[in-house]
Structure formats: structure tokens, C-alpha cells
């Protein structure tokens, strides 16, 4: 999996904005990519402005100790990189390469309903994180569900999670509906 994001209108969520960095108009981001890096591969970036997505040029971009920073085309002091603080990075959906079969970015795996082998409803995909051994699906109980119980699911491909159907919007696991 690469890409930990939400789907918005057929945009994906590859990080977001966090504080200026010195006093050239560089920005600090928080990538959601992994690598991290890899978002700095997109040089158009699409951010919310004024209730519309708007078109952002990345002019550079590095890694910087922990993180990554950026100068942004347009933004040349640290007044108006404060101006970025908090807004999302996106991309078209379209934008992304295309991945090998049974690899899934997170945000195709969001919102899929999750049964157990016998068929059982557990819930529905909120979101994914990693825990560093591996990445775990965080399912909510829907009212259809056999309760409404959040549920820590380990993404194990052919161990835990044995189907992905995309197309359908479901997923079957093994795994007991008691844990």
C-alpha cells in the first residue's frame, strides 16, 4: 500500500501543509506517501482555497531532517507560506501509477464493507494505520453489522484478509466476530 488518503471527488489526499520554514516562503509538509518522497513526484498540486480546489506548482522540494519541505511557485516569504498552514495536498485520482495485483492504495480499501468467510457483517473500513509490524484496518460497526463495535484488523493479505472486491466494495476476512 502506498498512499494513506481520502477520496474527495475523485481526488486523493497525499499530505497537508504544517508551518513555514525560513525566510525564503518554504513550507513544511506532512506527507501521507509512502516513501514520503513521493509526493514531492507530483509537480501540480490541487488545495482547497475559498471552497475550490485551486492548482499549486511545486517550484522544489527536499527532505528535510525527519520531514519534507517545499517552495511553492508564487510564495516567497515566511507571511505568506503561513498562509498554506493546514490546507490538504491533492491529486487527481487519475494521477496515480497504477499498482501490481493485490496491492491497493489506502484509499480504495476506505468505506469497503468487511465480512468474515461465513459471511458475517463486521463493518465498514474507516481507516488504515501503521503500527510498524504491519498495517491494520480500522473497522466501525454499521447499523446493518452484527454490532456496532470498532474492530482492529490486521492487513495480513492471504493470512487475515483473504478477499478484496473492489467492484462489489467489500472485503472477507478471517477473523472472529468476538475479538
Do not use: C
Not at 447499523?143 to 472485503?171: F, H
Amino acid at each position: 500500500m502506498s498512499v494513506n488518503s481520502e477520496k474527495q471527488e475523485g481526488l486523493v489526499v497525499l499530505g497537508r501543509f504544517t508551518a513555514p520554514y525560513g525566510i525564503k516562503g518554504w513550507i513544511k509538509i506532512h506527507s501521507y506517501t509512502e516513501p514520503m518522497e513521493n509526493i514531492l513526484n507530483y509537480n501540480s498540486w490541487l488545495v482547497e482555497s475559498g471552497g475550490q480546489k485551486v492548482p499549486v506548482r511545486l517550484e522544489a522540494g527536499k527532505r528535510h531532517g525527519k520531514g519534507l519541505i517545499a517552495k511553492l511557485a508564487g510564495v516567497n516569504t515566511p507571511e505568506e507560506a503561513k498562509l498554506w498552514h493546514g490546507r490538504e495536498i491533492m491529486v487527481p485520482q487519475t494521477e496515480l501509477p497504477d499498482l501490481e495485483a493485490g496491492e491497493y492504495y489506502w484509499s480504495q480499501l476506505e468505506n469497503l464493507l468487511v465480512y468474515t468467510e461465513s459471511g458475517v457483517l463486521l463493518g465498514r473500513v474507516s481507516h488504515l494505520m501503521e503500527t510498524g509490524a504491519n498495517d491494520v484496518l480500522v473497522v466501525k460497526g454499521t447499523a446493518e453489522s452484527i454490532d456496532r463495535e470498532q474492530r482492529l484488523i490486521p492487513w495480513l493479505p492471504d493470512q487475515v484478509v483473504k478477499e478484496v472486491d473492489l467492484d462489489s466494495g467489500l472485503m472477507r476476512v478471517d477473523w472472529d466476530p468476538d475479538f
